[in-house]
């Protein structure tokens, strides 16, 4: 059974700073890896999918990476805005299409 | 384009009261899903369907809850009877194909039981 994990629950940094949010999965059979940003009281949007075969995605200020050998993702923000402040979900899809999620890092982006 | 839709936004119901949730996929999309989310926790799986067939549906509590999805468009998730622990935001989604291609999340439902 798939299990995802990310430490830590919040975190909080001062605006402008370069930041890292890890996620770490049990079983690395995935399908591909997903994150997704969920801002208070919202539905998911979708961030960044990598695929098994890749080991990068890059959208604007946003990169992610997937290490599957070692169970492994990072979501790297450059430059945070406080506009960053969210919810940082990542999800590994197994064979099934299921979806499995973390619970999830609170960033908040001190002005 | 629309993404994926979901209404009601909020429905706030007694227990033991009936309750539906209504989910309009992005169009073209085959896949659809049922998401439960809990307070300070990621999203659970209740129910994904491949077109019109459940090929998934073991997370779903089905002495209480159903989904149905006619026509292999809309998707409808029904509670009945609602009870206090139900309260949770319902999230759709929908994906191309399966494996390999992007999630896209609905806004979600929030459900109160009182």
């Known amino acids: 059974k798939q299990e995802v994990t990310q430490i830590p629950a919040a975190l909080s940094v001062p605006e402008g700073e370069n930041l890292v949010l890890n996620c770490s999965f049990t079983?690395?059979?995935?399908?591909?890896l997903q994150w997704f940003r969920q801002d208070p009281g919202k539905g998911l949007t979708s961030l960044l999918l990598?695929?098994?075969?890749?080991r990068e995605q890059t959208s604007g200020r946003l990169n992610a990476s997937l290490d599957k050998s070692s169970g492994r993702s990072t979501l790297y923000i450059a430059a945070s805005q406080p506009g960053d402040s969210a919810t940082y979900l990542c999800a590994g899809t197994g064979a099934n299409s299921k979806l499995t999620f973390g619970k999830g890092i609170t960033l908040s982006v001190r002005p | 384009e629309a993404g994926v839709v979901q209404s009601p936004r909020y429905k706030i119901i007694e227990k033991k009261q009936p309750v539906a949730f209504w989910c309009n996929p992005i169009?073209?999309?085959?896949?659809l899903y049922w998401y439960l989310q809990n307070l300070g926790q990621g999203p659970e799986l209740l129910i994904r369907?491949?077109?019109?067939?459940?090929?998934?549906d073991s997370q779903l509590p089905k002495d209480r809850f159903s989904a149905e999805r006619l026509k292999g468009v809309d998707s409808t998730l029904k509670i009945q009877p609602a009870e206090l622990g139900d309260s949770a935001v319902y999230l759709c989604?929908?994906?191309?194909?399966?494996?390999?291609?992007?999630?896209?999340f609905g806004q979600g439902t929030r459900l109160t039981v009182v």
């Open positions: 369907y491949e077109n019109e067939e459940a090929v998934d």
């Open positions: 990598i695929q098994s075969s890749q």
């Open positions: 079983d690395s059979a995935i399908y591909n």
């Open positions: 169009s073209g999309h085959n896949t």
């Open positions: 989604a929908s994906s191309y194909g399966n494996t390999n291609t992007e999630a896209f």
